[in-house]
């Protein structure tokens, strides 16, 4: 399995939709076979249209807010004593997360093909949140799947998707979680998709949604290039890149521009959710060795007993608990272009305590997961290192959670 | 040998009524319970489609969800419907199964592992919901070889070039979804409707059987008697589901409504 140079990732699956021969592909019931046709159709030509590509380029700009900021942690760096400490703060976007790209590309798409209704679905509440604030942007009706349990422990979220008019409909099958509320959404969709636009909230679920997703984050490291280029005046001969991985769609897009080079400059670390330290549960399916099964009409590695169930994970942030990742990783880490890990809920607890300690910088809990690892790692790595961590969702949501876990303080403090 | 499944076909046909094709989850609410019922069912239904449960169904409405949980909290494998379906096919060796279920648990298996499974337990055909064409090529072609039929879907939505296509690599029979929507749907268009998509499919190659499903009740049945076959799943899982709320038992009640719904089609 070989990663090609100068040809987008997003394009390097086969006819069938499958990266590197074996992981992505279409395993959907017959009816989404046109609309899905359709959407590759339109989002084919679309992606090589200067005029749509300057459309989205305005709203991103405009709307979205472009570039979001790239700074130094300083007083973390000064505290960790190793490698150079950077954030990209894509919790800057509008609405505080990167879901915010890939919903404003499908609302986009919607309105060209005539759809005036899009579903999606939600685990944190962010890809919800910025689907309802994207549809209300451009007047499409707005449909969100969350399950259960995560509607009762995202409350901020779930208020925001209501307030910009989306029906919120809950889910109670299962685990009552993301993945439930993936399935729920694709099956509205099989029964619906004559009338309505889907948009699937990672880089996950059949190809063409896992192309337009990772096309529409890619925005993250095309800005991050730039401002590399303009702090050091070059890209950084050590740069390492850490991203939180639930689905993928943040890491992919903050990764993307930086695939053809050398892993020895430019290194790619993705964190998986380990869940709690005593569980047995988790949603971190690269590093604990998952196999490869069929989950959402895509081939991934995947959380599954031995009969081909999916298992339920167990993580306490919302937006990594899913017990499958996007083909694009299953990929990128069978071409070792990346290297995944996995912290637990208490490292990323720990992770939140220390860099609300030391910075004016409140990261969600799914980017706490990458912050533990980088800053493990970055103090033993050198001063001319130069150590990313992508800040992709801000903890306003998690206030619950994180005033259960730590005490008011850190609710109240930040 | 011809296949049970167009055997049952043939004496449906020479009856003049369409063939009544029944679908219930294996290991629903029981492994012994399915298995009564399948048995139960069999005096009417003419080909019996056993559901394998899992649990990310994208196809499923609520009716055969609650089904499928129900069978897979009770622990049910796939070993397990092997043995159900070896275990009927003791009791009525004629009467033809169809397997349906979702990808993934086949591909855990093995493709080749599953279908000598299939074969050894007695198994004429398979359904694989989230496995269309083209890419079920060379997983019909295997089954093929085993004489088993994979039976294709086709959807409203399915364009004309591809529905050629389709029908031209089939197997002797076919799945048409009457509506867009998940299984047990309420039929939201009419029965003339259906047929005249069923009619459009039908005149692509006459000799294969199609059949339609979706939304087939005791109610709707009635008025889509031209068809080759007629599927009814969710009013099934639902009649179990009432019965054991109300603490009645399931096999005599579904045994009871599957002579009904056949009586609506002689």
Redesign the interface.
Known sequence: MKLKKKVPVIDQGNSLGFWGGKFGGNFVPETLKKPIEDLEVLFNKLKKDKKFINERDKYFKNWVGSPTRFIKLENLTNHIGGAQIWSKVVSDANGGAHKIYNATVHCLLAKRSGKKIICGDTGAGYAGKMLSMAAKKFGLKCKIFMGAKDIARQQPNVKAMKKNGAEVIPVYSGSQTLVDAVSECMRFWVANCDTTAMCVGSTVGPAVFVRICGWSTSQISRELKAQLIDEFGAIPKKLKLYNCVGGGSSSFGFWNEFMDYDKRQVEFIGVEAGGPKKSKKHAAPLTYGSKIGILHGAAQYVNQNSDGQIEETESISAGLDYPGISPLHCFLKDTKRARYTAASDEEALSAYKLVTKFEDLRPSLEPSHAFFVALKEAKKLSKNTVVVINSCGDAYKDRGILEERLGKKYVKSN | MLNPISLAFKKAKAEKRPALLTYTVAGDSSKKQSLDILKSISKNADILEVGVP????????SQI?TSA?RA?KKGI??NDIFKIVRDFKKFNKSKPIILMG????????GDNNFLNKCKTSGVNGLIV???????NKDFAKKCKKKSIYFI????????SK?LKKIIKNSHPMNYF?SM???TG?KLKVSPREILKNYNRIKKINPKKEIVIGFGITEKTIGKLKSADGLVVGSAICKEITRSLNSRQNPVTNVGKLVKKIKNKIK
Do not use: C
């Open positions: 899992h649990n990310t169904p994208v196809a499923d409405g969800q949980y897979i494998k796939l979702y990808y993934n648990m086949i591909f855990q298996y919901v989230d496995l269309p064409w083209p890419e294709q879907l086709l959807s409203p939505t399915t364009t591809r979804i867009l929507s998940t749907g």
